[in-house]
């Protein structure tokens, strides 16, 4: 402000007064060469020991996990992972729930929409890692409709644009996805994320799945993955 002000003032004073406007315009200049040197000190990137983690606690101390805690509530606690944890250690000692970050969505598992390629790999890492240390595996997501690309897959809005039934191409779509990735970790994974952020404020998110079945989308995904379920735990029972 002061800056402007300065620059503003040297614009306008009469010209007649040449002194005062070139003192004017040296004062504007060192006030913007002082604010930015202040700016540079004050936001440029500074690195810190990273110690956060090395803290050690009283050895009097007692303090309880969260997941013996939740455990003893039967409660779940989880965290969002990636295939390759960092803090390995630390989710295990203090966490019973886990989700998978990016890798249980239909644009990372179904990688090529138009042969039904998928690639269970980082998903698969991620429910191991959950089965050998006894934590609940939650799915997330079969249905998502916000992004392209990561959240369902882009050669799904060719083939509604050119379909001459998108309502019941969609359906099958969607029960295929869901009936192919609920069959592929049968009696492993029982807890899903069926439908995600269908809603923008008080309407629905504009989709793919909106544009080609409204909000019937909603209704069928979790009637598929339902059957779905029941059908996998009885053919669980023995």
Known sequence: MVILLGFLTWLFWP?????????????????????VILGLNTYWPREYDKNYLEAKLPADQDVTPLRELADS???????????????????????????????FMPGKLLVDAGNWTFDFSGADKLMTFAEANGMRMRGH???????????????????????????????????????????????RLNTWDVVNEPMAGTELYPSIFTKSMGEGYIDFSFRTAREDLLNL??????
């Open 73 to 103: 509530n039967q409660f779940y606690i989880g965290v969002a992972l990636s295939p390759d944890p960092i803090y390995g250690t630390e989710i295990i000692r203090e966490f019973n729930s886990l989700v998978g970050e990016n890798h």
């Open 233 to 238: 735990i009885h053919l669980h029972v023995p």
């Open 141 to 187: 997501t079969l249905v998502w409709g916000k992004f392209p690309g990561m959240t369902f897959p882009k050669q799904w809005i060719e083939r509604i644009n050119t379909s001459t039934d998108p309502k019941a191409t969609m359906e099958m779509l969607i029960k295929k996805y869901i009936e192919t990735v609920m069959g592929h970790y049968k009696g």
């Open 15 to 35: 010209r007649k007064f040449p002194r005062t406007r070139k003192r004017l315009l040296i004062f504007s200049g060192l006030v913007f060469l002082f604010s």
